[in-house]
């Protein structure tokens, strides 16, 4: 796949000339300022990168499909924009890219927890080690094996999808260990906040024995916890949340 790379300036007559005389099966490198609106072409290139993406939006990103490399420096994009992206290809059943690397805004420090906020993740010393590693739909999508790599000193995200097969079996059995986990511990506290609300309400006839049914309950989930951390040892993966 040839490369077809801009530099300097480019206004909205060049741009629209580029969009629609470049062949989309290139990979487009444009190094420039872009002084125009965008064009419906600008992410149907098999490949591209834009070193000024001030203009591109966190729509542009949803709509891009079935692109190989996507890579855009000197972003908008925030840490919350980014989490917004990853759970919105969890949830879809299209493949958008192989990989993408993002810069985000000017001043936005990567923050970890806020990127990967309500997306059950582990890390896997066996395979990627700087990783993050999530599941998308396993639908439709050819690729459903996400991962996320953080270089707080670049200040880079670099997001790669993989296709499902027996080298991602671990990884695979990991993340829906991770999803059972969190499950109980919702559970583990939906029961103490019915402890702390029944020990106002319940009676003295039904106390102890409602006492004793969710601490039987909450040692039964306690035991699931501890075979599923020794399973994330077994499997040599890292629980990060």
């Known amino acids: 796949m040839s490369t077809r790379e801009i530099r300097g300036i480019v206004d ?38 834009y070193l000024d993406a001030r203009w591109v939006t966190l729509d542009d990103l949803k709509s891009i499909r079935n692109r190989c490399w996507v890579t855009l420096v000197n972003t908008i994009f925030t840490c919350e924009d980014i989490n917004d992206f990853i759970n919105f290809w969890i949830k879809s059943e299209n493949d958008l ?32 080690p700087s990783a993050f590693f999530f599941l998308g739909n396993e639908n439709q999508k050819k690729f459903s094996i996400g991962t996320l790599v953080l270089d707080h000193e670049c200040r880079t995200v670099s997001f790669e999808v993989f296709e499902r097969q027996e080298y991602f079996n671990d990884v695979v059995s990991s993340l829906k260990l991770k999803q059972k986990k969190i499950g109980l511990e919702k559970r583990k506290t939906e029961i103490n906040i019915i402890e702390k609300e029944g020990l106002k309400n319940w009676n003295l006839y039904i106390r102890d024995q409602k006492i004793k049914e969710t601490r039987l309950e909450k040692e039964a989930i306690e035991t699931e916890l501890n075979t599923i951390r020794n399973e994330f040892i077994r499997l040599g993966t890292s629980d990060h949340q």
Request: glycine share 2%; charged share 25%; no cysteine.
């Open 97 to 128: 890219m192989e990989r993408l690397k993002i810069t985000p805004a000017n001043g936005v420090v990567l923050d970890t927890d806020i990127i990967l906020k309500g997306i059950p993740n582990i890390k896997s010393e066996k395979l990627i």
């Open 12 to 49: 909205s007559e060049y741009f629209n000339f580029l969009m629609e005389n470049v062949n989309l099966n290139k990979k487009l490198l444009i190094d420039a300022h872009i002084t125009a609106n965008r064009h419906p072409n600008a992410f149907k290139f098999r490949s591209f990168e």
